[in-house]
C-alpha cells in the first residue's frame, strides 16, 4: 500500500502555488545517525520530504521550481557500498520509480544547486533545518562572488512550514487507507496482548507480543517507543522502562501503535492482568470511557479543536466529584483546573506521518475548527498517583487511558481504530480467549 506518483506531483504543484513566483523550494531527507561505534540507526526520512515525493534514502536533497518541476539528487548507484547496506534506486530508478522529472547523482550537487538557484528571486526551506540553512547560504554566497559574471543569487530565504504543515493536515483518500490499515494493524496487536497476558509477566515481555504482531501483520516499525505500564507505572505519562513485573490485580495501560508507510497509528487500551476489573478501577475506567464517548460526539464538522477536550474535561470532573475524589461545584472545579491533579494532558492531537502531526491548532488566537480530512486522537484520562494521600486508599495507583484515532468526515466522526474491545463487558470477554 503506497501514495501513487502523480498524488506527489500534484502536492508539489499545490506547494508551489501557494508560494510567490520565482520560487525554488528546497528539501532534504536527513542523514543516518551513528548509534554506537560504526552502527547506525536505521534511517527513517524527514515527514515533510517524504510528503512531497515519497523517497526513503538517506542524504537526498529535492528541489522544487516553480511551476512543480522536481529534481531529486540521490546517493548513486554503487554495488559494492549496496553490498553492505542495501538496495539504492540511484538516478534512473528514481525518476522511474518516485515520479520526479530530474535526478542526479550527490557527487554533483553543489553544480546542480548553483545552476537551479541561479536567477530565482526566493529559495524555501523548513527554517528548523539548520544544516540545509547553512548549505543554501554557501551556495547563495559561491553565486554572490559571481555576480560579475552574470550570476543573480537568491533575495530571500522563506519559511515553508507552515504552508506545507496545513498542506498535510488534510489527508487525501490514499493517505486516510493506509492510516487506517495501520490503525487495524495495531488493534490486532492490542487484542493478542489483553489476550496473552499473565500475572507474573514482565511488561516487556507482553510487549514483545505488540511488537510480533506488527511486524507480522507488515508493519516493519513503531511510530513510537511503546509504553506498557503495569499498576502505579500507569501514572508516568510518558513511560517506556517496561520492565516490572505485572501483578494479579493490577491494571495494564498499552499505549502502542505501529507505522505503515510512514503514517503512524495510536491507540491507548487499560486493562486488568486478571481479566476482571475489580470495583474501584471498574468506576474509574467508566468514567474515562465516558469522557471519550463524549469527546467523540464533538468531533464534527464545525466544532471547535478544543471543544473535545472540554467536553472530557466536564465529564471527568462531574464523575470525579461524584466518586468523592474532588469535592465542590462542578464548574469552579474546572475554573480552577482542579481536575488537573488527575488529568493533566489535552484530550488528543493530530496525527499523520508524525504520531504528533503537524498543524496548527488555533487560527488567530482562537481554537481552529475541526474539517474534512483531519486526522486526530482522542485520549481522555485518569492518573491517581499510588502517594496521593488526599484520596481514599481504594483510588491509589489507579493510571488509566482511552485513546482512539478519528477521521473527521462530513457524516460525522469515523473512528480508525473500529473493533478494538473498550467497553468493560467486551474487554473482559476478550481476555477469557486467553492464547
Given at each position: 500500500?503506497?501514495?501513487?506518483?502523480?498524488?506527489?506531483?500534484?502536492?508539489?504543484?499545490?506547494?508551489?502555488?501557494?508560494?510567490p513566483?520565482?520560487?525554488?523550494?528546497?528539501?532534504?531527507?536527513?542523514s543516518?545517525?551513528?548509534?554506537?561505534?560504526d552502527?547506525?540507526?536505521?534511517?527513517?526520512?524527514?515527514?515533510?520530504?517524504f510528503?512531497?515525493?515519497g523517497?526513503?534514502?538517506?542524504?537526498?536533497?529535492?528541489?522544487?521550481?516553480?511551476?512543480?518541476?522536481?529534481?531529486?539528487?540521490?546517493?548513486?548507484?554503487?554495488p559494492?557500498?549496496?553490498?553492505?547496506?542495501?538496495?539504492?534506486?540511484?538516478v534512473e530508478?528514481a525518476k522511474?520509480?518516485?515520479?520526479?522529472?530530474?535526478a542526479?547523482?550527490?557527487?554533483?550537487?553543489?553544480?546542480?544547486a548553483?545552476?537551479?538557484l541561479d536567477?530565482?528571486?526566493?529559495v524555501?526551506?523548513?527554517?528548523?533545518?539548520?544544516?540545509?540553512?547553512?548549505?543554501l547560504?554557501?551556495?547563495?554566497d559561491?553565486l554572490?562572488?559571481?555576480?560579475?559574471?552574470?550570476?543573480?543569487?537568491?533575495?530571500?530565504?522563506?519559511?515553508?512550514?507552515?504552508t506545507?504543515?496545513?498542506?498535510?493536515?488534510?489527508k487525501?483518500?490514499?493517505?486516510?487507507?493506509?492510516?487506517e490499515?495501520?490503525?487495524?494493524?495495531?488493534?490486532?496487536a492490542?487484542?493478542?496482548?489483553?489476550?496473552?497476558?499473565?500475572?507474573?509477566q514482565k511488561?516487556?515481555?507482553?510487549?514483545?507480543?505488540?511488537?510480533?504482531?506488527?511486524?507480522?501483520?507488515?508493519a516493519?516499525?513503531?511510530?513510537y517507543?511503546?509504553?506498557?505500564?503495569?499498576?502505579?507505572?500507569?501514572?508516568?505519562l510518558?513511560?517506556i522502562?517496561n520492565?516490572?513485573?505485572?501483578?494479579?490485580?493490577?491494571l495494564?495501560?498499552?499505549?502502542?501503535?505501529?507505522?505503515?508507510?510512514?503514517?503512524?497509528?495510536?491507540?491507548?487500551?487499560?486493562?486488568?492482568?486478571?481479566?476482571?476489573?475489580?470495583?474501584?478501577?471498574?468506576?474509574?475506567?467508566?468514567?474515562?470511557?465516558?469522557?471519550?464517548y463524549?469527546?467523540?460526539?464533538?468531533?464534527?464538522?464545525?466544532?471547535?479543536?478544543?471543544?473535545f477536550?472540554?467536553?472530557?474535561?466536564?465529564?471527568?470532573?462531574?464523575?470525579?466529584?461524584?466518586?468523592g475524589?474532588?469535592?465542590?461545584?462542578?464548574?469552579?472545579?474546572?475554573e480552577?483546573?482542579?481536575?488537573r491533579?488527575?488529568?493533566?494532558?489535552?484530550?488528543?492531537?493530530?496525527?499523520?506521518?508524525?504520531?504528533?502531526?503537524?498543524?496548527?491548532?488555533?487560527e488567530?488566537?482562537?481554537?481552529?475548527?475541526?474539517?474534512?480530512?483531519?486526522?486526530?486522537?482522542v485520549?481522555?484520562?485518569?492518573?491517581?498517583?499510588a502517594?496521593?494521600e488526599?484520596?481514599?486508599?481504594?483510588?491509589?495507583?489507579?493510571?488509566?487511558?482511552?485513546?482512539?484515532?478519528?477521521?473527521?468526515r462530513?457524516?460525522?466522526p469515523?473512528?480508525?481504530?473500529?473493533?478494538?474491545?473498550?467497553?468493560?463487558?467486551?474487554?473482559?470477554?476478550?481476555?477469557?480467549?486467553?492464547?
Amino acid at each position: 500500500m503506497s501514495i501513487r506518483p502523480q498524488t506527489y506531483q500534484e502536492r508539489r504543484r499545490r506547494l508551489m502555488a501557494s508560494l510567490p513566483e520565482n520560487t525554488v523550494a528546497v528539501f532534504r531527507t536527513g542523514s543516518l545517525c551513528t548509534r554506537n561505534n560504526d552502527c547506525d540507526y536505521e534511517f527513517r526520512p524527514d515527514s515533510s520530504f517524504f510528503y512531497l515525493c515519497g523517497f526513503g534514502e538517506p542524504d537526498a536533497l529535492l528541489f522544487i521550481q516553480a511551476d512543480g518541476h522536481a529534481t531529486l539528487g540521490v546517493l548513486p548507484k554503487d554495488p559494492e557500498r549496496e553490498l553492505w547496506d542495501g538496495f539504492r534506486h540511484g538516478v534512473e530508478g528514481a525518476k522511474a520509480t518516485f515520479g520526479v522529472d530530474e535526478a542526479f547523482e550527490l557527487t554533483e550537487v553543489d553544480e546542480r544547486a548553483l545552476t537551479l538557484l541561479d536567477g530565482v528571486e526566493n529559495v524555501a526551506l523548513l527554517m528548523h533545518d539548520k544544516g540545509l540553512r547553512e548549505q543554501l547560504w554557501q551556495w547563495r554566497d559561491q553565486l554572490y562572488r559571481q555576480k560579475r559574471q552574470g550570476k543573480l543569487p537568491p533575495d530571500n530565504f522563506l519559511d515553508a512550514t507552515d504552508t506545507l504543515h496545513e498542506m498535510r493536515l488534510i489527508k487525501d483518500e490514499e493517505e486516510i487507507a493506509i492510516m487506517e490499515a495501520a490503525a487495524q494493524i495495531s488493534v490486532k496487536a492490542h487484542e493478542q496482548a489483553m489476550r496473552s497476558v499473565r500475572p507474573g509477566q514482565k511488561e516487556y515481555q507482553l510487549e514483545a507480543e505488540l511488537n510480533y504482531v506488527f511486524m507480522q501483520q507488515g508493519a516493519r516499525h513503531l511510530a513510537y517507543n511503546n509504553i506498557v505500564a503495569t499498576g502505579a507505572n500507569a501514572c508516568v505519562l510518558h513511560y517506556i522502562s517496561n520492565d516490572a513485573t505485572i501483578a494479579d490485580g493490577d491494571l495494564i495501560l498499552i499505549d502502542a501503535g505501529c507505522e505503515l508507510g510512514c503514517y503512524a497509528s495510536d491507540i491507548t487500551r487499560t486493562f486488568p492482568a486478571n481479566g476482571k476489573f475489580s470495583e474501584p478501577q471498574a468506576a474509574l475506567y467508566q468514567l474515562v470511557l465516558d469522557a471519550q464517548y463524549a469527546s467523540i460526539e464533538k468531533m464534527r464538522v464545525g466544532e471547535p479543536y478544543e471543544a473535545f477536550h472540554n467536553a472530557a474535561i466536564e465529564t471527568l470532573t462531574a464523575g470525579l466529584v461524584r466518586l468523592g475524589l474532588l469535592q465542590g461545584d462542578v464548574a469552579e472545579l474546572i475554573e480552577n483546573k482542579a481536575y488537573r491533579e488527575f488529568y493533566m494532558h489535552n484530550t488528543g492531537h493530530w496525527l499523520g506521518l508524525d504520531v504528533h502531526d503537524c498543524g496548527r491548532y488555533k487560527e488567530n488566537s482562537q481554537s481552529r475548527t475541526l474539517q474534512p480530512g483531519m486526522v486526530l486522537t482522542v485520549e481522555p484520562g485518569l492518573y491517581v498517583a499510588a502517594d496521593n494521600e488526599r484520596v481514599d486508599p481504594k483510588w491509589r495507583g489507579i493510571g488509566i487511558r482511552i485513546e482512539d484515532d478519528i477521521l473527521i468526515r462530513e457524516d460525522g466522526p469515523y473512528v480508525l481504530t473500529h473493533g478494538l474491545a473498550k467497553e468493560i463487558d467486551d474487554i473482559e470477554a476478550l481476555m477469557s480467549q486467553h492464547n
